[in-house]
């Protein structure tokens, strides 16, 4: 499949409110677009999400690296960062799936489509502001929420949370690898008591993880420490986490995002734009046959936090459930005059 033409857009998206968690807060999700035509006019749509907050690439690094990609793409994008490799692979997913003419999620080994169940995501904030973004999601729906945690006052927001949603409320939290195992433990085993189910990335390494994992009943999942088949086996290995959590941007696309699954899975967005979103929507679907889906709901409304989209058409949140967008490929449009406004 020979390309005759890419382009590498930088743009960045406004949040509604600002996005606060333990490793920092942004005001916009910059991310970089990666469109690839070949020869016959037919466009596949990448998406790069730098995860510079954790200490990965810049934002600088990917557009650097997708623009040397762009001047040579039959240079081998095992290269490229997690990132880039993530934009580059989900653009040639969706350039093969519109040329046979058949979505995404039939390319990615599934056999059929269905809506996305999804949790609601909170940022950090003043306790009584989050338990009050937790209803309006609630009143739209929604019955698992994701707390960020890790900041002053976390646990008021636990609390405020679970009085004003009820115990029939599915509530995670995400530490993001900020405690030590003391604080760990000390925090998970308040937060338990006010309805906390699952705990993502309470510490660091999977070694941290394995030590507090011995000593909670509340289930762990691995997020930060898990980037690829090697991190997957050690985790197993180490008996780490009950779940993992996959963004496509820290593995590399929707197709690396699902090998070597060890454990029961469920996918996050990592602020993902509506190309980076549709392209684990329609990873999800695989994930669904593949026996490893973790049965909970996954992380992927985030597109609810942002005040615009570059997108004509893109996936479509219908209360807690997220549609794919129809037609061929991932089924993202771009809206031109959007992109324009948002570009870098």
């Not at 590498?8 to 991310?31: D, H, M, S």
């Not at 609630?138 to 949370?161: C, R």
Request: with cysteine; hydrophobic share 40%.
């Amino acid at each position: 499949m020979a390309i005759a033409s890419v382009e590498v857009i930088p743009y960045a998206l406004p949040f509604k409110e600002p996005y606060v968690t333990a490793r920092g807060t942004l005001a916009q999700r910059e991310t970089v677009l990666l469109r690839v035509r070949d020869g016959d006019g037919v466009v596949g749509l990448g998406e790069a999400v730098p995860l510079s907050m954790r200490g990965d690439v810049t934002f600088e690094q990917v557009v650097a690296e997708l623009r040397e990609w762009a001047d040579t793409p039959e240079m081998k994008s095992g290269r490229l960062s997690a990132p880039s490799r993530c934009a580059v692979e989900t653009a040639m997913l969706d350039l093969r799936s519109r040329r046979n003419g058949v979505p995404a999620w039939s390319e990615l080994g599934a056999s059929a489509a269905q809506p996305v169940p999804c949790n609601a995501t909170l940022p950090a904030g003043e306790p009584e502001a989050v338990a009050g973004r937790a209803n309006e999601w609630a009143e739209d729906g929604f019955t698992s929420f994701k707390l960020k945690v890790g900041v002053p006052k976390d646990f008021d927001q636990v609390a405020a949370v679970h009085r004003a949603l009820g115990p029939s409320a599915q509530l995670r939290v995400d530490a993001n690898g900020v405690w030590g195992p003391a604080e760990a433990l000390e925090k998970i085993g308040a937060m338990e008591d006010e309805g906390v189910m699952l705990v993502e990335q309470p510490c660091a390494t999977l070694e941290e993880l394995a030590e507090v994992r011995r000593l909670v009943e509340v289930r762990i999942a691995a997020d930060e420490s898990v980037a690829g088949t090697e991190d997957i086996e050690r985790a197993k290995q180490l008996e780490s986490c009950d779940l993992i959590t996959v963004k496509l941007s820290k593995m590399g696309g929707p197709e690396s995002g699902l090998t070597g699954l060890l454990h029961p899975t469920y996918l996050s967005s990592a602020l993902d734009g509506p190309v980076g979103l549709a392209a684990a929507a329609h990873a999800a679907q695989a994930l669904r046959e593949s026996g490893h889906d973790a049965g909970i709901p996954h992380g992927l409304a985030t597109q609810r936090l942002f005040a615009s989209t570059i997108a004509s058409v893109e996936c479509e949140l219908r209360g807690d459930m997220l549609h794919l967008p129809p037609g061929p490929g991932l089924g993202v449009e771009t809206d031109e005059a959007a992109l324009d406004r948002h570009r870098l």
